[in-house]
């Protein structure tokens, strides 16, 4: 079997090389092309016996990339990394906006019954799957036209996550053997996340549900489907249904910033340590259960937040913690509630992607590890900013801003060589 694959790969081979060569001489402006579609051939051969390890057929998996080509735009969208942050005052702008709100309380009182329904037998509340659904799709109105196919194959043939995009592929073969889905239904967005509320095919077969009791699990066409799997998604991954997503607070003075991220504490003992309702009132039974996180997401000038394990639980829908609070603030404005009372620093000038850079690399000339130079201020980046900040005076919120990168530059600047 083995010697007989490798002869169909020599042929392969010798028929890429003729029809390349025949290409380019009629067309000699192509050969980036030409060598995209040799290498791409060969990466569909690979596939293609690995499916066939993982107990799918040959003819089938051939059968899905017969024809396809890698995708541009895809490519496009995968490597394109923007030089400017977004602030998250500008994010949540978008992800609450009047329009957004307006069209979620719609489509709340439109779904009054199942969601309610949904909320009674996973705990998750019925505004929180609304704002998922209304973040993720538009409602459903907005799911993505891309073949989700073909981008998975694009993705994994690129490289950069080869190893993921191969696995959401085999991911996708199982759907179809199921019957889960015909191939013309498989439609989403760039990245291969699909339907009304954009799950990846691995979280498909993992977690999606009947809603509608049609003995099919259609989320691109049946709200009932994808709401039903987003809440089946969120209680499987530990929703709390007697705890908040998070409470905004007020610290005292001289407060021990350096607390936020990492330090899990009770209610009590963030009080204790000088934290306290933002609206000066007494603390809710269901605030935020018996452990929290404090969340600075503008550092200590914009709104500081306890957060529950609920929000954690939204992370996981998508790892981003400016998400996961448009989901939790679009929530509360689904519901006619208060939003946050503290305002944000938009005096601060983001940094940008390459400012990040260079403060990690400052960070460890300094001595405080950032987890790496990827021009993300994520939580070993903030974790590292505190620990500099403490170490000299400053108030250790983990902020990156320019003012702290101006100070390490001046404090931290890299030797020239002689």
């Known amino acids: ?10 042929a392969l081979g010798l028929v890429i090389t003729l029809v390349s060569a025949s290409a380019f001489a009629q067309d000699p402006s192509q050969p980036a092309q030409i060598e995209t579609e040799q290498s791409f051939a060969l990466w569909v ?14 003819s089938f998996a051939r059968s899905l990339l017969d024809g396809l080509s890698p995708d541009e735009t895809v490519l496009e969208r995968d490597r394109f990394q923007p ?21 979620g309380k719609s489509a709340l009182a439109d779904h009054q019954e199942l969601l309610n329904n949904l909320q009674q037998k996973t705990g998750v509340p019925a505004s929180v799957i609304t704002a998922i659904w209304g973040l993720e799709s538009a409602y459903g109105k907005i799911q ?51 339907g009304q509320t954009q799950f990846i095919p691995s979280t498909y077969l993992e977690y999606a549900v009947d809603g509608d009791g049609d003995g099919k699990k259609d989320i691109w066409n049946s709200e009932a489907d994808a709401l039903a799997s987003t809440a089946n998604y969120l209680r499987r991954h530990g929703w709390q249904s007697e705890t908040d997503w998070g409470v905004e607070v ?47 997401p503008a550092g200590a000038s914009g709104p500081k937040l306890l957060i529950s394990s609920n929000f954690r639980v939204i992370k996981r829908y998508n790892n981003s913690t400016a998400y996961a609070l448009g989901v939790g603030l679009l929530s509360r404005a689904l519901e006619d509630k208060i939003g946050l009372k503290q305002t944000w620093p938009k005096h601060l000038k983001p940094l940008t992607r390459n400012q990040i850079k260079e403060m990690q690399q400052l960070l460890q000339i300094a001595g405080h590890d950032p987890g790496g130079v990827d021009g993300m201020a994520g939580p070993n980046t903030r974790r590292a900013l505190r620990a500099y900040q403490h170490g000299i005076g400053l108030i250790p919120d983990g902020f990156a801003s ?17």
């Open 250 to 296: 007020k610290l005292k003075q001289n407060f021990a910033y350096e607390l936020a991220d990492d330090t899990v504490l009770s209610i009590g003992s963030w009080q204790t340590r000088g934290a306290e309702p933002f609206s000066g009132r007494t603390w809710r039974e269901d605030e935020v259960g018996d452990a929290a996180r404090l969340f600075l």
């Open 1 to 10: 079997m083995r010697f007989n694959n490798y002869l169909q790969a020599i």
């Open 83 to 103: 030089e400017f942050t977004r602030p998250i005052w500008e994010y949540l702008r978008s992800a609450v906006s009047e329009l957004r709100v307006k069209n």
């Open 144 to 194: 993505g036209n891309f073949d989700v196919v073909r981008s998975l194959a694009t993705l994994a043939h690129d490289g950069r996550r080869g190893k993921w995009a191969e696995g959401e592929l085999l991911a996708v073969m199982t759907m179809l053997e199921q019957g889960d889905v015909s191939r013309q239904e498989l439609k989403g967005a760039w990245a291969g996340a699909m």
């Open 45 to 58: 051969e690979e596939f293609v016996q690995k499916a066939v390890t993982e107990g799918h057929d040959e």
């Open 402 to 418: 320019t003012q702290m990168l101006e100070n390490l530059r001046v404090n931290h600047k890299p030797r020239q060589p002689h």
